[in-house]
């Protein structure tokens, strides 16, 4: 019965075409591959959009009329998943385009192959709503995914990447290094669907310079077209142009070190920087949407920003990790008006979360913020200047452990805000 109500799913794309005409929605490509046993990542181009505003993804085994709405939808019963918010990275594009980073978790995978071994076709598909704002009816627009091993049909794309030092240390840890000497070799250990090119750059930022965002820590296949330009450049150290059989893990060899800038004291960032390349599978047709001329290349796309690597150069033993200390800003340093407040700190081992504190010159404390593990800077809001401009302020930052006790307390360190740019 479940083969037999799936086919007539199926059935119903065409049943139902002159609900699917009345769309002015369209996508492209319309099916893709996904990875059976794990995540897949595939880009997808929505247009014309119009006075339409996306709303959620949701993934399901079968569709049913929209009505009277426009389209298919999914049925509620067959729903496997929804497009969870930390993997939204859905973009408005060029001419009344829309962009959608489709990242399957692995648990949607697993659902609809647990449906087709209990007899439903091996396909499910993922249905992007749109919300008319002209208070017309609204438009479900699908895509359809067909199960497989995650190999050469499947859409090139990285769906895990971690970088770091070839070393004991713990993983994301900082590594100290002493002045004039290098640090550690560097490794990146990628995850991947598909085949095809991996091309792109190493990036190093130093210090002082305006860190990466999120939107520049992308890969470039993730971005619209017209925003493939717009991300944030350092200092390059090296490329990479190589070929990625279809196996799904490869270790990518980091830049030499000897290129790696030692001579400036302070936190330095390491960038992984991959480049958009030509892949059939996971191209997008404009012309065919109307929101544009040609073909969108998105080979090796990504649901996530690719994590940096940091090194401090210093006194001390090179290739040392760093225990827990404050970085920048230094030690009464001025931070100028109308520049943000940014706080970095090394990782110490074992930490589940951080506090960061900020108190003025009595020790009375004004803000208290609860970071990631991971997460190793702080921008401070825009009222804080506002608060205590032309005062003095301190800072510090705890490990705390499961229990959400303090592990390791830096020392308070001084800054001084000024009220008005120097001259």
Same mark, same amino acid.
């Given at each position: ?12 794309? *065409? ?6 005409? =009345? ?15 794990? *995540? ?20 399901? %085994? ?16 067959? !729903?496997?998943?929804?497009?969870? %918010?930390?993997?939204?990275? *859905? ?8 962009? +959608?980073?489709?990242? !399957? ?23 992007? #709503? ?7 009816? +609204?438009? $479900? ?36 290094? =002493? ?22 750059? /190493? ?46 893990? $490869? ?27 030509? &892949?059939?599978?996971?191209?997008? &047709? ?10 969108? #290349? ?19 033993? =090179?290739? &040392? ?20 407040? &940014? ?7 074992? =930490? ?7 108190? +003025? ?16 800077? $702080? ?15 301190? /800072?510090?930052?705890?490990?705390? +452990? ?9 020392? /308070? ?11």
């Amino acid at each position: 019965m479940r083969k037999i109500a799936s086919s007539l799913c199926l059935i119903l794309l *065409s049943l139902f075409a002159p609900a699917a005409v =009345a769309q002015t929605i369209r996508v492209n490509p319309t099916g893709v591959n996904v990875n059976v046993s794990g *995540s897949t990542t595939v880009f997808l181009t929505f247009g014309p959009v119009g006075n339409f505003r996306p709303a959620e993804g949701t993934w399901c %085994g079968e569709l049913i009329p929209a009505t009277p709405d426009n389209g298919l939808k999914c049925d509620p019963a067959t !729903i496997f998943g929804s497009l969870p %918010g930390r993997f939204n990275r *859905s973009r408005s594009s060029g001419n009344l385009g829309f962009t +959608d980073i489709m990242s !399957i978790p692995p648990s949607v995978a697993r659902r609809a192959y647990q449906a087709a071994q209990a007899g439903s076709v091996s396909s499910f598909f993922y249905v992007r #709503h749109f919300i008319n704002s002209a208070e017309g009816p +609204d438009e $479900y627009v699908p895509v359809t995914c067909r199960l497989s091993g995650g190999g050469a049909r499947t859409p090139f794309a990285l769906t895990d990447v971690k970088v770091s030092f070839d070393t004991e240390a713990a993983e994301n840890a900082i590594v100290f290094v =002493a002045p004039g000497r290098r640090p550690p070799a560097i490794k990146a250990r990628i995850v991947y669907n598909g085949t095809g090119r991996l091309r792109g750059r /190493w990036e190093v930022v130093l210090p002082g310079e305006q860190p990466p965002e999120d939107f520049d820590l992308l890969t470039e296949a993730t971005l619209p077209v017209e925003q493939r330009g717009q991300q944030r450049r350092y200092t390059q150290i090296s490329r990479f142009n190589l070929f990625l059989p279809p196996t799904g893990k $490869y270790t990518l060899a980091g830049p030499d070190v000897t290129r790696l800038p030692t001579t400036l004291e302070g936190p330095y960032l390491v960038l992984l920087r991959v480049e958009a390349t030509d &892949d059939k599978e996971a191209d997008s &047709d404009l012309s065919a949407l109307g929101v544009g001329a040609g073909v969108v #290349h998105s080979g090796a796309v990504a649901g996530f920003p690719i994590p940096v690597l940091r090194y401090f150069v210093g006194n001390g033993q =090179a290739g &040392d990790a760093i225990p827990l200390r404050l970085l920048t800003p230094a030690e009464n340093a001025p931070i100028e008006a109308g520049q943000p407040i &940014d706080f970095n700190w090394t990782q110490a081992p074992g =930490a589940a979360l951080y506090q960061l504190e900020i108190a +003025d010159q009595s020790g009375q404390v004004i803000l208290s913020a609860l970071l990631q593990p991971l997460t190793l800077n $702080y921008r401070a809001p825009s009222w804080l200047r506002g608060t205590a401009a032309g005062a003095g302020l301190q /800072w510090r930052v705890s490990a705390l +452990d499961q229990t959400s006790a303090k592990t390791v307390e830096t020392p /308070w360190r001084r800054l001084r805000l000024n009220a008005s740019p120097s001259r």
